[in-house]
């Protein structure tokens, strides 16, 4: 099966690489290997919204399965924001640095008990003949009180896992790719596409 990760996020795609690189019958390829692939707006109201337009419009136009993924950050005290405004918070021109700032900065003054977060990562996988298949893991902990750790992306420097005494952005790939919220779902899509390549 050659499968479309409806990406471009190379920390995305390494980690997804990674927890698939010994499916035999799997050749994962990217949306940059096609002419003029589509540009999908994420204006869902949920994760799985966004992953569902993600991989049905990138399958339609590749004709092969899509497999696309939404999540982000979800924070209690903040009424779930940034929700599915994750990758866009503070604005499209900010860094994943700004918008770290912006949340440590919504924060301040917050008790340790008040700081609950979670990452949320849905995937979906769709195929060219309109079948759709969904996946989600989260991965619990809360809110930091600065940036730590250099490693993974987007939140990852702020959000601080309090059994392992990290962050996410302190975990090497591997410990990550154990634990994280993408490493979950992952791990349910990786079941959805050993069935997909048995039926075959």
Excluded: W
């Amino acid at each position: 099966m050659k499968l479309v990760i409806a990406t471009n996020n190379r920390g995305k795609i390494r980690e997804i690489r990674d927890k698939f690189s010994d499916i035999r019958g799997l050749t994962l390829v990217t949306p940059d290997s096609f002419p003029n692939p589509p540009v999908v707006v994420e204006d869902g109201n949920s994760f799985l919204e966004n992953a569902m337009k993600k991989g049905v419009e990138i399958a339609r136009y590749t004709n092969l399965p899509s497999m696309a993924d939404d999540s982000g950050l979800v924070v209690d005290a903040l009424g779930g924001r940034p929700g599915v405004h994750s990758a866009r918070y503070g604005g499209e021109s900010s860094t994943d640095a700004d918008r770290n700032r912006l949340l440590l900065d919504e924060m301040k003054g917050l008790p340790p008990g008040k700081r609950g977060a979670r990452f949320v990562c849905v995937i979906a996988i769709a195929l060219p003949d309109g079948a759709t298949y969904s996946a989600e893991g989260t991965c619990e902990g809360v809110i930091a009180e600065r940036m730590t750790g250099d490693g993974g992306f987007g939140y990852d420097p702020v959000l601080y896992l309090p059994e392992l005494g990290r962050t996410m952005a302190e975990l090497t790939l591997e410990e990550k790719n154990l634990i994280s919220h993408r490493a979950k779902a992952l791990d349910a899509a990786r079941e959805i596409l050993l069935k997909l390549i048995r039926q075959e």
